[in-house]
């Protein structure tokens, strides 16, 4: 027995609450909304400047012109399946509906300006630039914000947390907790302003780009500046020299900046569930939920782990699209035609790692316990400050100590040592009595430099 209708993916099925606001842009309903929209705009800018004759629509016409095309919605969506199950072309089926508005205001007259001049691509690439511009700022920004919002609340909290570092995976110089958030949020942050400063650009210059079919229709027209003027009136860059579609480059950066942050954001999760996996983080119980199907004291890092995944999909997918639509061949192939439909896809996964991500902040605390036993029980880092100091000492002739990483070598390298040895061996150093009550004063925990200053580069 067959199921009733499923959805295919996960986004429109397990994770479509996370999800939502993506489809008011990036679904084909989202793109013939914005097609409808260029379409009507294009109409009502050649009326308005009484190109080839025509007259200025009347005030009360144009609003309600623009109000269908705003207000499409479920109606406009089964016209529109039924208009190209005959076309079997989707910018074709919305001519059509345009022209079927116009008919009925009572605008037969000018119903020939509608697509005019128009290649298919020319209202595709407007209404791409239009749906992408909109959920990149309206929707992909504010969640990728709320997931920095949360990793400077919580730098700003630790930022005195001394912990001890592992670099190679082996103890090293100790660090504060806070200060390894604030390095996620400045790398985000940078990220963030690139792709706040995205270029939509679109262009409007006919089948092959070369204002042929306009220079038909009137020569003593300036098409590049219409042309220009008409773009930025839909709030985008022009792109003045193009073949039939516009090169999507613009797209190229974006998805490169949107698959870079999502590995950013990998290395975030990668981070945060070894801190878990060590004991740094206790994961706060959530009411009634499982860790583990039989295993019933565990609470496994799914946030982490399941922001992992979406972002290693989203990335992945973001990087095809840059491949995929930097090339066309000659002056026009359809590859980016499919391409596009899945760059909705490419941001809700990325969405869905955001959400896991906050979430998953939010369920875990701190064990500062086991932060501070780890750090005491390894006295052996400070061979690094000590080694420094003699530096000093020597260069400032109050040592004739030779090769002082060397001593320190033999020391400390692949032992554990106490507080102890260390200070014993501190005493018994050719250096200055000022250098040898300073190192004696320095434990694992003090031992974490300028870390709780640095993070004020990241507070509000």
Known sequence: MSLPEQPLSPLDGRYRPMVAGLGDHLSEAGLNRARVHVEVEWLLYLTDHELFGSRRVEHEQARQLREFAAGFGQPEIDELARLEATTRHDVKAVEYLVRAKLAELGLTDIAELTHFAATSEDINNLSYAITISAAVREVWLPKLRAVIESLRTLSVELRDDAMLAHTHGQPATPTTMGKEFAVFVHRLERITAKIEATEFLGKFNGATGTYAAHLAADAAQDWPEISREFVTSLGLEWNPLTTQIESHDWQVDLYQQMSHTARILHNLCTDVWSYISTGYFRQIPQAGATGSSTMPHKINPIRFENAEANLEISSALLEALAQTLVTS????????STTQRNIGVAF???????ENIVRGLKEIDLDRDRLAADLDGNWEILGEAIQTVIRVEITAGRSSITDPYAILKDLTRGKRIGQAELVEFID??????????????LTPATYAGL???LVGYIER
């Open 329 to 336: 061949r000659l002056q026009r192939d359809l590859t980016d």
């Open 348 to 354: 809700g996964h990325s969405l869905v790692a955001f």
């Open 428 to 441: 018994g150093l050719d250096i200055g009595q000022g250098a040898k009550d300073q190192l004696r004063l």
């Open 451 to 453: 870390a709780s200053q």
